[in-house]
């Protein structure tokens, strides 16, 4: 579940407190159709990649956090390491498609070992495609393992 903040003390103090942990800020405001047709799909998100840690900030309500990070559209999906924004890892716009490419690229999520030399294989093609045909060909691989047990 994402977590709204509430000031820049309380913007710092989360991304200090992830450490190397992922986090994903959705920069938001209540008037802005598009971010209100993606918050369903950042809250999705947020249960499915539960090793990263789902902030937002209203814009509108804590214009010092997007003036200090300098936000100019909306909505931005800002990816953070170790406190600091990753260099070209904004998603601008209500895109689901791109956001969850941006979230398994910089996410560290574990694939079983049988899986994961599959996975790798088709996300050497999935580069090139849709960060969808990795998951189905990932899927494709969980259920062949299962059928060998």
């Known amino acids: 579940m994402p977590i709204n903040i509430q000031n ?7 991304l200090e407190k992830a450490g190397d942990q992922l986090v994903v800020v959705d920069f938001w405001a209540d008037w802005c159709g598009p971010c209100k047709i993606i918050a369903p799909k950042f809250e999705e998100f947020s249960k499915e990649f539960g090793e990263v840690i789902f902030l937002k900030v209203n814009t509108d309500e804590q214009e010092e956090i997007s003036a200090e990070q300098k936000i100019t559209s909306l909505p931005t999906f800002r990816f953070f390491k170790s406190g600091k924004p990753i260099i070209g890892g904004d998603v601008i716009g209500a895109s689901p498609e791109n ?12 694939l079983p070992a049988a ?10 093609f999935a580069t090139f495609k849709t960060p969808f045909l990795l998951q189905k060909k990932c899927k494709i691989a969980e259920s062949q393992d299962r059928k060998s047990m």
């Open 99 to 110: 956001l969850r490419e941006k979230l398994l690229k910089y996410s560290s999520v574990e």
């Open 115 to 124: 899986k994961s030399q599959l996975c790798i294989f088709f996300g050497l």
């Open 8 to 14: 820049l003390d309380d913007f710092k103090n989360k």
